[in-house]
C-alpha cells in the first residue's frame, strides 16, 4: 500500500509538474515584458563572475596571471 502510493506520487509528481510550468510559459509574454537593460545587467554579472572565477582557479592551479585570464575569456565564450 505504501509502495503504490510513493509510485503514484512520483508518477503525479513528474506528470504534472512539467504541464504546471509549460502552461506558465505559455502565458507570459517575453516581447511585451523585454528590459534590455535588466538583459544587459545579467549577462554583464554573469560574464565577469564567470570570468572571475576561471581566473581564481587558474591561478590556484599553478597558471601564470596572464594565461588565466586568456583562460577565462575563452571559457566565458563557451
Excluded: Q, Y
Excluded at 14 to 41: M, Q, R, T
Excluded at 53 to 59: Q, R
Aim: glycine share 4%; net charge positive; with cysteine.
Amino acid at each position: 500500500h505504501n509502495n503504490l502510493r510513493e509510485t503514484l506520487s512520483h508518477f503525479i509528481i513528474s506528470f504534472f509538474s512539467p504541464l504546471f510550468f509549460v502552461s506558465i510559459g505559455l502565458n507570459v509574454n517575453f516581447i511585451e515584458n523585454f528590459d534590455l537593460k535588466l538583459v544587459a545587467v545579467i549577462f554583464i554579472f554573469a560574464s565577469i563572475s564567470k570570468m572571475v572565477a576561471v581566473h581564481i582557479g587558474a591561478c590556484l592551479a599553478g597558471i601564470n596571471s596572464k594565461k588565466a585570464f586568456l583562460i577565462s575569456i575563452i571559457l566565458n565564450a563557451r
